[in-house]
């Protein structure tokens, strides 16, 4: 499976921001003998570091970007936030965020359900790993493990709710990370996302 493509998906006005100056943040790397888990929750696996990989390849942008509001990111002086629609994964991730001396908020819902209208606008940075894998439609939400991975025909149906949802979310400068299967029509999700105004790119 090749699961190395990571989109980065970001407003006009940051589409031709280059960076010339590295910037320095004190950085805390999670310890993999520390995390959390669940028999029904999926482990750090590929899909994970390579998401990690791509943070870290656009890691001089990301500082120079200065997010005030992320979801998923632990970034200096910035306000971050994650869900997830597993309630076990919610209690992995607190319990491995404690353990590592980070705290944030964290909130059992689908997608950003209950948070999309208070935050329209206001996220600068979303990092997702969705559900991607092609699987048959009823596999998807039904609880449990599989809601990681299962993602329904050509693993878009999560997806695919995300990307509307993302552009209501990010503000002006947001950005939007997203690990996606050759077998999920990267170019598609490019193709959509630049109608709406994005910039897009694979790292």
């Known amino acids: ?4 493509i990571s989109l980065r998906l970001i407003k006009p006005s940051q589409a031709f921001y280059l960076v010339a100056k590295l910037s320095k943040m004190p950085s805390r790397t999670a310890q993999i ?3 959390s888990s669940h028999p029904e929750v999926y482990e750090p696996c ?3 570091f390579a998401l990690v990989d791509a943070l ?3 890691r001089t942008n990301l500082l120079e970007h200065r997010p005030t509001l992320s979801m998923e990111l632990e970034a200096n002086g910035a306000y971050y936030i994650a869900t997830d629609i597993n309630p076990h994964a919610v209690k992995v991730t607190r319990e491995t965020l404690d353990v590592h001396g980070v705290d944030a908020p964290l909130i059992t819902t689908d997608i ?4 999309a209208r208070r ?4 996220v600068d940075v979303i990092i997702v790993n969705p559900p991607y894998v092609p699987t048959p439609a009823e596999e998807v939400g039904r609880g449990g493990i599989a809601t990681a991975w299962a993602g329904g025909e050509n693993g878009r149906s999560v997806i695919d709710k995300i990307l509307p949802i993302a552009d209501i979310l990010l503000s002006d400068k947001g950005w939007l990370y997203m690990v996606t299967l050759t077998a999920n029509n990267s170019s ?3 193709r959509q996302m630049r109608q ?4 897009a790119c694979r790292i």
């Open 119 to 122: 935050l329209a606008g206001l």
């Open 112 to 115: 950003a359900s209950g948070l």
């Open 56 to 58: 870290l390849a656009d």
């Open 196 to 199: 709406k105004g994005y910039c």
């Open 188 to 190: 598609d999700i490019c």
């Open 33 to 35: 003998r520390f995390v």
């Open 1 to 4: 499976m090749d699961i190395s």
């Open 46 to 48: 590929d899909d994970s």
